[in-house]
């Protein structure tokens, strides 16, 4: 059998509620390692918080962080890393016009660097994951660089609000996509960026062909990953509008979706309830 890719987001998706990989699923997924299957993250987080799951899973492969914004490999210098940034008055402009819809908080990643425009604990400990540096401040003042990404928070009655004058104003620069976890936010990254085009990015250095790559997920910024696959595979605990576009819907994150599905797929007779892997 040829190699597949098989492409994890992690929040809602790889990770339970209690943001661990269960046994079953992380059975499944060495099982299929070892049988030559590559496994690669497709994620929004950065690298250092989705660093632990890379490592329990052995991955040897390239990651795809911020959505697609950031793609390299941990273990592979010679691997050319694509770092796309917001354009640094587009992103003054979105700046200045998000605080004039009063929005929670705004947050700037560039890499390993967090900058938060509102001091909130919850949201400093949610980002601190990976001791990043972190700087919290009036963004208009505080970043000298061009990000990488901008989170926004807001109260769920705004939400629709904001996409709408983003996509006004801003749609001929920027891609912004809601995502629900850790936090509630709405995402804004560079024109074209998204999980698909980093592993249209990738695939060629695995040297596998884009029929033979399988995608799970279950939010707004899954889309893109889940029409480019070969298989495309949406968690139960998905978007309905996510789900419509998949080929197949799977169990919940909570219930070893990603684990029974493969092990359906690839048909490998791994008992759910007795895990031959740990």
Known sequence: M???????????????????????????????RSEGHQLMIATGRPFRACKQYYQALNMTTPVVNFNGAYVHHPQDPSFETMHETLDTGIATSIIESLKDFGVSNIIAEIKDHVYIDNYDQRLFDGFSMGNPKIEVGNLLTNITQAPTSILVEAEESIMVEIKRMLTQFYAENIEHRRWGSPFPVIEIVNKGINKARGIEYVKDYLNIDRSQIIAFGDEDNDIDMIKYARHGIVMDNGLASLKEMGDHVTYNNNEDGIGRYLNDFFDLNMSYEEPKYS
């Open 2 to 32: 040829k190699p597949y890719l098989i492409c994890l987001d992690l929040d809602g998706t790889l990770l339970n509620d209690e943001k661990t990989i269960s046994p079953y699923t992380k059975a499944v997924l060495q099982r299929l």
